[in-house]
């Protein structure tokens, strides 16, 4: 019995330390982000922006945050190099209101408090933090294009195509869909 214990207690501290060196993001890729953690549309521009985290998987923060592929799904990638040249800067993350009153004179602790902006890091990464004044400094990737110095706790932000929305007109058409189901079952019921 004392063998069976032990043997259970070396395999699941194995799992423990393979778990501690590749972290999983505490929301699984099938739960959406939800709108408000997104740039939706940004500027126009027809993209959707997503602070996806306070690391970046470069020399020294390896395997720290999921690539946009784990969320496909959703339509999460990288950005193109033409998309990147109008990506959104650190201030466009500030949470509506500028809750943290920020400006680039603001302290280290206003700049990292996580409630001052709009970020879906707990998505990608087991960190659930922001590290934005990094990300003010020039040190920002899409996990492809890295600009600023690499090494130094790149932020990471995943660009997407913004969703269709329904138009006015497909809602009339399926009300309309509706309408005729329902006066096909009436007939059905009134023969």
Not at 65 to 82: D, F, H, L, N
Not at 122 to 140: P, Q
Not at 155 to 165: D, F, H, K, M, P
């Amino acid at each position: 019995m004392k063998r069976l214990v032990l043997a259970v207690l070396f395999f699941s501290a194995g799992f423990g330390s393979a778990n501690a060196s590749n972290p999983t993001p505490p929301y699984p890729a099938s739960m959406p982000i939800p709108v408000a953690d997104i740039l939706v549309n940004f500027n126009g521009g027809g993209l959707d922006w997503v602070y996806a985290g306070p690391v970046a998987n470069v020399p020294g923060h390896a395997n720290l945050i999921a690539p946009s592929s784990t969320r496909a799904a959703e339509g999460w990638r990288a950005a193109t190099a033409a998309e990147w040249q109008h990506r959104p800067t650190w201030d466009s993350f500030i949470a509506p209101g500028n809750p943290g009153h920020l400006t680039r004179n603001s302290s280290t602790v206003a700049f990292n408090n996580h409630n001052n902006y709009i970020f879906a890091s707990e998505y990608w990464t087991s960190h659930s933090t922001v590290d934005i004044d990094d990300f003010w400094r020039g040190n920002v990737t899409d996990g492809v294009n890295f600009s600023g110095v690499l090494g130094t706790g790149s932020e990471t932000i995943y660009v997407r195509n913004t969703l269709a929305v329904p138009e006015p007109e497909t809602y009339a058409m399926m009300l309309a869909g509706l309408v005729l189901l329902g006066v096909a079952s009436r007939r059905r019921v009134a023969k």
